[in-house]
T-cell receptor, first 110, second 115 residues
Framework: QKEVEQNSGPLSVPEGAIASLNCTYSDRGSQSFFWYRQYSGKSPELIMFIYSNGDKEDGRFTAQLNKASQYVSLLIRDSQPSDSATYLCAVIWYGNKLVFGAGTILRVKS | GAVVSQHPSWVICKSGTSVKIECRSLDFQATTMFWYRQFPKQSLMLMATSNEGSKATYEQGVEKDKFLINHASLTLSTLTVTSAHPEDSSFYIC???????????FGQGTRLTVV
């Protein structure tokens, strides 16, 4: 069983729409969850992290965490072509290791 | 955010030689560093976790004698790919975290090509 699962996509949305990215994880003990964005050939950059159940908003981004269902999602409002990238979900595993999902490719069409 | 500098950004080496990649935390003490490898169109695969002053913990399937990790100080960790082969060609990325923080910061990555 994969530790962190994401739909590989690509997810295509029109400019200005809301992009919804989902991630599930297998370790019920995980406490910290991260969303990274990675452009081709570049290193991942942190978008936001979330620890508590519920929503966390930062600008156009909202992370949602549901520990009971073991999923975390990222919403991108007013999507822009510059948001086109691979979005990586990451989870702190066994208290220390940062483990990544396979990533979801997002394409925002103008 | 904190800055992690990784060097070199790219390297080409001959098969059988060794390559050292450096990862430095510039403005914080990196008590834990992670080393990842990423093949084209794939996600980051954790290779090993190192805590300052301790031996690295390698993930299953990663040869510790081939990928030597040193984390001798709170600001520097190195990954040495020994006896490199073409199949070791990949994008290697380090990540650093300070004590008490869960947020990890990434270096720019090193693209290794073994010919």
């Amino acid at each position: 069983q994969k530790e962190v699962e994401q739909n590989s996509g690509p997810l295509s949305v029109p400019e200005g729409a809301i992009a919804s990215l989902n991630c599930t994880y297998s370790d019920r003990g995980s406490q910290s969850f991260f969303w990274y964005r990675q452009y081709s050939g570049k290193s991942p950059e942190l978008i936001m992290f979330i620890y508590s159940n519920g929503d966390k908003e930062d600008g156009r981004f909202t992370a949602q965490l549901n520990k009971a269902s073991q999923y975390v999602s990222l919403l991108i409002r007013d999507s822009q072509p510059s948001d086109s990238a691979t979005y990586l979900c990451a989870v702190i595993w066994y208290g220390n290791k940062l483990v990544f999902g396979a990533g979801t490719i997002l394409r925002v069409k103008s | 955010g904190a800055v992690v500098s990784q060097h070199p950004s790219w390297v080409i080496c001959k098969s059988g030689t060794s390559v050292k990649i450096e990862c430095r935390s510039l403005d914080f003490q990196a008590t834990t560093m992670f080393w990842y490898r990423q093949f084209p169109k794939q996600s980051l695969m954790l290779m090993a976790t190192s805590n300052e002053g301790s031996k690295a913990t390698y993930e299953q399937g990663v040869e510790k004698d081939k990928f030597l990790i040193n984390h001798a100080s709170l600001t520097l960790s190195t990954l040495t790919v020994t006896s490199a082969h073409p199949e070791d060609s990949s994008f290697y990325i380090c990540s650093a975290r300070s004590l008490g923080n869960t947020e990890a910061f990434f270096g720019q990555g090193t693209r290794l090509t073994v010919v």
